[in-house]
């Protein structure tokens, strides 16, 4: 069945530090796939989404990129802030059903 | 931007009661809902999908007694926890489903005591 997968948390930057967090996908044909991410005690956000391959998803600085050779749409930030700190998801659909990722929580440090 | 607004955002109830949570969605109609439950530091669980109109289409290991779904309109779907017990204290959230898109409410963290 489909399944997406994610890096282990906790990630813990220094603030204005690189930022990346894996995910891989398993899916029959192209899922679309996103990144939400989730503040202590609230619901989920969208980041940013990619429907086909090669699409670019950006916003607030951060960015993936659908790959269809290595199935991976890795989250990127050049330079973080502490105000990021949060969890982040990684998730899939291609039946109309969004499959999430493990999560994995961010940390930024002053 | 679509919103979906989902309430309460938390609730305590005593072991035994049935608490009904709600999803609306603002300015969209939405077809398809998904409810969710997520444990903490743990990642969403899909636990049922709801068609405005239909039967929800629950997934492998929930019960459908103990977590009732009715999508009555297109901007409307309720999960009521039936006859709560302590190991159903979670956060539950809602999605609805759009063209391009999910959108998701803000979870409820119920507690039964």
């Known amino acids: 069945g489909n399944s997406v997968t994610q890096m282990e948390g906790p990630v813990t930057l220094s603030e204005e530090a690189f930022l990346t967090i894996n995910c891989t996908y398993t899916?029959?044909?192209?899922?679309?796939l996103f990144w939400y991410v989730q503040y202590p005690g609230e619901g989920l956000q969208l980041l940013l989404k990619?429907?086909?391959?090669?699409d670019k998803g950006s916003n607030k600085g951060f960015e993936a990129t659908y790959r269809k050779e290595t199935t991976s749409f890795h989250l990127e930030k050049g330079s973080v802030q502490v105000s990021d700190s949060a969890v982040y998801f990684c998730?899939?659909?291609?039946?109309?059903?969004?499959?999430f990722g493990q999560g994995t929580t961010l940390q930024v440090k002053p | 931007g679509a919103v979906v607004s989902q309430h309460p955002s938390w609730v305590i109830c005593k072991s035994g009661t049935s608490v009904k949570i709600e999803c609306r969605s603002l300015?969209?109609?939405?077809?398809?809902m998904f409810w969710y439950r997520q444990f903490p530091k743990q990642s969403l669980m899909l636990m049922a999908t709801?068609?405005?109109?239909?039967?929800?289409?629950?997934e492998q290991g929930v019960e459908k007694d103990k977590f009732l779904i009715n999508h009555a309109s297109l901007t409307l779907s309720t999960l009521t926890v039936t006859s709560a017990h302590p190991e159903d204290s979670s956060f539950y959230i809602c999605?609805?489903?759009?063209?391009?898109?999910?959108?998701f409410g803000s979870g409820t963290r119920l507690t039964v005591v």
């Open positions: 999605s609805a489903s759009r063209r391009y898109g999910y959108t």
């Open positions: 899916a029959t044909g192209y899922p679309s």
């Open positions: 990619a429907t086909k391959a090669d």
């Open positions: 998730a899939g659909s291609n039946t109309g059903k969004l499959i």
């Open positions: 300015d969209f109609q939405a077809t398809t």
């Open positions: 709801s068609n405005e109109g239909s039967k929800a289409t629950y």
